[in-house]
């Protein structure tokens, strides 16, 4: 359980640190461009060796990496800012209940099959999202409904980018990826995420809309380490997890989303209203009938 309790703890690190950038006037861009770099160096010094070789290029999951490091940079954006400008809690509740895209694609494309109490959690994780992001209240002036759509529209993105992203990441480790390859995946798609992130930043800085400062890199530093050593965690426990992935995923995930927002209220204050906080119990009710349901 000790791999769980790191992934609970260093992906809820993640959520916390944008909010952290926020406070130093940090972009999350840049950031996040230089924390996939950290997690290309990083994964590298843990496999002992720079794992892509040529021969990488023609195996079959290299495309999926790619994709996926596509995905990686920007869904980590769109997390990044909805910390920021919405809430940790919010950035957490998207991104974690987006498990029902997997969930809903596994019974497409692999024939699993979700009945009773599972077809009920899928159905209030959708409930929890929206109740989860529903704004506290509208301002006056014509800009309201324009800050309802986004506050409603960015979690959503969060929510869909997320969910694709692990349906992704379950698609090619079930068809393609071995555990000799697994570590040659996942730097794959680190590397492809910081070198789209790097050539967008390099035009940014060149055309003036962001200014480079060293407390870019420091921050992705601090968030690159912990980022890989989260997925780390996470595949740890998948291989040692007392449940089947389909039921240990949702139980990281609920973790995270409890922690995350506890933590939160805390360190940042962050004020929630009674909606919001339905959202929250609803999700973590959703998640564990997605997780436990077939037992109930």
Request: glycine share 8%; with cysteine; aromatic share 14%.
């Amino acid at each position: 359980m000790i791999f769980l309790l790191g992934s609970i703890v260093l992906t809820s690190y993640l959520l916390l640190s944008f909010k952290v950038c926020g406070r130093l006037n940090i972009p999350v861009f840049p950031a996040i461009v230089f924390n996939y770099i950290t997690c290309v160096i990083t994964g590298s010094f843990v496999n002992g060796a720079f794992p892509i070789h040529s021969d990488s290029f023609g195996q079959p999951w290299f495309q999926w990496a790619m994709l996926m490091g596509t995905l990686f940079i920007t869904s980590f954006n769109l997390i990044g800012i909805t910390a920021q400008k919405i809430g940790v809690s919010v950035a957490s509740v998207a991104n974690k209940l987006s498990l029902i895209i997997p969930v809903i694609l596994s019974v497409i494309l692999y024939g699993e099959k979700v009945v009773g109490w599972e077809i009920v959690g899928i159905v209030l994780a959708m409930v929890a999202v929206v109740f989860t992001c529903y704004p506290q209240s509208r301002e006056g002036g014509g800009s309201s409904h324009l800050s309802l759509l986004f506050k409603i529209g960015l979690p959503a993105l969060v929510f869909v980018g997320s969910g694709f992203l692990d349906a992704v990441i379950n698609h090619v480790q079930q068809l393609y990826v071995s555990k000799e390859t697994n570590n040659a995946f996942l730097i794959s798609g680190f590397l492809s995420a910081a070198t789209i992130g790097f050539l967008v930043l390099m035009y940014q800085y060149k055309t003036g809309k962001l200014t480079f400062h060293r407390k870019q890199v420091f921050a992705g530093i601090c968030i690159g380490i912990p980022n890989y050593f989260s997925i780390w965690c996470l595949v740890q426990f998948l291989q040692d997890s007392p449940w089947e992935t389909s039921a240990s995923i949702p139980v990281n995930n609920m973790g995270i989303v409890l922690f995350s927002t506890l933590v939160a209220a805390i360190l940042f204050k962050e004020k929630l209203s009674a909606i919001n906080w339905a959202g929250i119990v609803l999700s973590a009710i959703a998640i564990y009938l997605i997780a436990f349901g077939n037992t109930l």
